[in-house]
């Protein structure tokens, strides 16, 4: 289908909605309670540096909430108010944090279940309102809503919608999207409903291979089992690794995302020569101000002197496991929460390694004086940073007493 056309006239229908609905102010006040801090913002104010008995806490720079996730948040919340009676569905979680989703819920706002891998809507009927979260939603849920006659409200960050236009582009110029992302994430999934043949790339390791087929060749069949459900329908890496644009799923490692690029453009050019490059590769900067932003603040952090880490956000979010591995990488023993409630009694603490499974580890803040480095991912509000320092403060002070 002309996906171009359909999102065209989807945003020029009456049930369709990008903006708010002339609550902005009312709306923002309530955020602020619910999500703002003073003791962050305190923290802010003293150079991002805190200190309570024998804990000093280096918050980063940048961290919690941008500007894409508060924006959806807000008209989710719009949303409810400025339809009260009706029944209000989101396609996804709003964003990746648990506590946002559960006032959602509070709210009486249904979350579509996910039966078998596919999304059940035939819950939602006919005129209902459905929201469509911050990373967006394929262009099979969206067609599917609008048959529905849905009121559609549409918070999908900016930064995702920059990515579709330049997926469309490949497309129109008949160029295979290579998307750097993980191919089950839900915005990768609305990411590659827009473009027309696509290949999803999770790493640099995959990228190599890829790349390596490009110059020698390979086993297609090993190739299409290595990307299995990474591939659009039909993809042959024999033919349709020609002519390549790049595109990425707006929460991943900045630098890798760059590493990429480059390495694709250095195989289209040694394959091709300097003067057919265009014929063969494009790229648009497609990586988000606000993950670059809270990588570089973490890159700063870490290069401080920290006893530990602990880095906040749901442990589904791309952009919070991203900069768990920055800490990792530096060698700082880092703790992965979604909230203050993963701090346990008796200096214990709930937390994810990276890639595995809910880890317990006791004894976990170090007896004395301690640095304690905190980040947050982009859909982490302050307050659930604030209510996680003020766990830390409150397990030392209660180690200090029982010595």
Request: net charge negative.
């Amino acid at each position: 289908m002309d996906t171009k056309a359909f999102k065209r006239s989807l945003q020029q229908s009456e049930h369709y909605h990008r903006k708010g609905f002339g609550h902005e102010s009312e709306i923002m006040g309530v955020m602020n309670t619910e999500y703002q801090s003073s003791l962050i913002q305190q923290i802010r104010q003293n150079n991002y540096r805190w200190q309570q008995g024998e804990v000093t806490i280096h918050l980063a720079e940048a961290f919690g909430f941008c500007w894409g996730v508060e924006r959806a948040v807000a008209m989710a919340y719009e949303t409810r108010q400025h339809f009260p009676n009706e029944r209000i569905w989101i396609t996804n979680e709003i964003i990746h944090n648990p506590s946002v989703n559960q006032r959602l819920r509070e709210m009486k706002v249904g979350f579509i279940e996910v039966i078998d891998g596919n999304k059940d809507f035939s819950v939602v009927d006919k005129g209902d309102v459905v929201i469509l979260p911050a990373f967006g939603a394929s262009v099979t849920e969206m067609q599917l809503l609008n048959d529905k006659s849905c009121t559609i409200v549409d918070t999908t960050c900016p930064w995702v919608s920059k990515v579709w236009n330049s997926v469309e582009k490949h497309k129109k110029r008949q160029y295979t999207s290579i998307i750097h992302g993980k191919y089950g994430h839900e915005e990768t999934v609305a990411t590659s409903s827009f473009a027309g043949t696509y290949l999803v790339v999770l790493n640099l390791e995959q990228a190599n291979y890829v790349c390596d087929y490009i110059l020698n060749g390979g086993n297609k069949k090993e190739f299409l089992d290595k990307f299995k459900n990474a591939h659009s329908e039909g993809f042959d890496p024999d033919s349709d690794l020609e002519r390549l644009g790049i595109a990425n799923q707006t929460t991943m490692l900045k630098s890798e995302t760059e590493q990429i690029g480059k390495l694709f453009e250095g195989t289209m050019l040694k394959k091709y020569g300097p003067a057919n490059l265009n014929e063969h590769f494009m790229s648009f900067n497609t990586i988000c101000d606000a993950t670059q932003e809270r990588q570089d603040a973490m890159l700063e952090l870490v290069e401080q002197k920290l006893d530990l880490m602990v880095v906040i956000g749901g442990f589904n979010s791309s952009n919070t496991t991203h900069l768990q591995e920055i800490a990792i990488e530096r060698g700082i023993p880092s703790y992965h929460i979604d909230s203050a409630t993963r701090i346990k009694p008796n200096n214990t603490i709930e937390y994810k390694p990276l890639g595995q499974e809910l880890a317990v580890k006791e004894n976990w803040l170090p007896n004395g004086s301690i640095i304690v480095g905190v980040t947050s991912g982009a859909s982490t509000p302050d307050i659930v940073v604030e209510a996680v320092i003020e766990e830390i403060f409150a397990t030392k002070t209660l180690l200090l007493t029982q010595k």
